[in-house]
């Protein structure tokens, strides 16, 4: 048989389509079939002193266990020693409680999220052995998750009524650990704006309080009776800080002065004043926040802003930025209660969009206690 240039230009033809098909037909009927699929993803978190289990069903979740560490409260802090082993004596129960709330058995579960980091070395352990050893037992995939990307990408959880930010947005990570302003492109293309230069804005909320004779966790409580004082009453000095990043250790120090100062005159000064000092601590940390996301929007021109992390909680945090939003024009996004303080279920819904993407762990995969949000 003769092979001609036009049998053999047909030939070559139907075999390039048949390629084609071969490549691109089973990447598009797996991501159709991963839109349609129920993935339920176990999270496990432990960065710091709270233990927590939660079941995802895709974007929904379906629990979100957290154990609270109550031992470090005598200490004024967190104790890391004492907060690894608390884990371990958690860890079994609040998953157990997470699965039996879901619902659900293990085998039906898809994947398993931890948190890689970053966090409290002995902490991040826990949860990544028990992560990786419970994956390997059910045969079931790992996925590693960035903490600070979790408290930033809570706000995708599905709830009712849930406010969804759309890309580009701004997002202000304040917690005990962190003080960041984050361009959000995309769920995981993000870029660090600003920073604390020293301590983060929690550390700062806490330590002010301990040295107002206020018990560990201070920060709350500073926000509880700054409602009853004025916020003016005195005031204190805030830091010089080029570009969008944050420095609080100063205004620790000068609170530290105002009280020694104040209470060498007058011993019941601190209890005498305990609202407008609380009052005037949280109004100064919230004006340094607050300048420096307008500072992110002018300079962005994004004027989404979302805020995450446990400081997050905060009532005069909340309403500076409603305000702000009314003044300036801004979509606030800010995230339930539950997902403000560290929770299994932000580490969740990064699992779950992770596993969309197959972007798996291997067993090596190991813990990190300083992990770059964009890294």
């Known amino acids: 048989m003769i092979i001609t240039s036009k049998v053999l230009s047909n030939i070559l033809r139907s075999f390039l389509i048949g390629l084609l098909c071969f490549i691109f037909v ?33 974007n929904k979740k379906l629990s979100n266990i ?15 020693e004492l907060a690894s082993r608390a884990h371990q004596q958690n860890i079994v129960p609040v998953v157990h409680q997470a699965l039996a709330k879901a619902n659900i058995d293990k085998k039906q579960l898809s994947a398993i999220a931890f948190t890689r980091g970053p966090g409290l070395m002995g902490s991040l352990l826990v949860g990544t052995s028990f992560a990786k050893s419970l994956s390997l ?33 701004l997002a202000m990570t304040i917690s005990g650990g962190h003080t960041q302003i984050v361009l959000v492109k995309d769920y995981f293309k993000m870029e660090i704006l600003g920073q604390t230069l020293d301590d983060a804005v929690g550390e700062a909320f806490d330590k002010s309080a301990k040295i107002l004779g206020l018990p560990y966790p201070g920060g709350p409580l500073i926000d509880k009776y700054a409602q009853l004082g004025n916020p003016k009453a005195f005031p204190f000095p805030k830091p010089k800080v080029d570009g969008l990043d944050f420095s609080f250790s100063g205004l620790k120090t000068s609170i530290l002065y105002f009280t020694q100062k104040h209470t060498k005159e007058n011993p019941n000064f601190l209890e005498d004043n305990r609202d407008d000092i609380c009052a005037s601590i949280q109004y100064t940390i919230i004006d340094i926040l607050m300048s420096k996301i307008k500072k992110a929007v002018k300079q962005t021109g994004v004027k989404r802003v979302a805020i995450g992390g446990g400081v997050s909680a905060n009532s005069g ?11 300036h024009g801004w979509e606030t996004f800010i995230p339930k209660f539950e997902y403000c303080t560290d929770n299994a279920a932000m580490i969740g819904i990064v699992g779950y969009l992770k596993y969309k993407d197959a972007n798996f762990s291997d067993q090596s995969i190991t813990a990190k206690a300083r992990y770059v949000i964009n890294e």
């Open 66 to 80: 957290v154990a609270t560490q109550k031992i470090h409260e005598e200490y004024g802090g967190v104790v890391p």
């Open 26 to 58: 089973p990447q598009f009927l797996f991501h159709s079939l991963m839109e349609n699929e129920t993935i339920y993803i176990l999270a496990i978190e432990s960065s710091c002193d709270d233990t927590s289990a939660a079941v995802l069903c895709n």
């Open 137 to 169: 037992g059910l045969n079931i995939s790992l996925i590693e998750v960035n903490h600070m990307q979790a408290h930033i990408l809570a706000h995708f959880i599905e709830e009712e009524n849930s406010k969804i930010p759309a890309f580009p947005f």
């Open 317 to 327: 945090i909340r309403k500076a930025l409603f305000e702000a939003e009314k003044k």
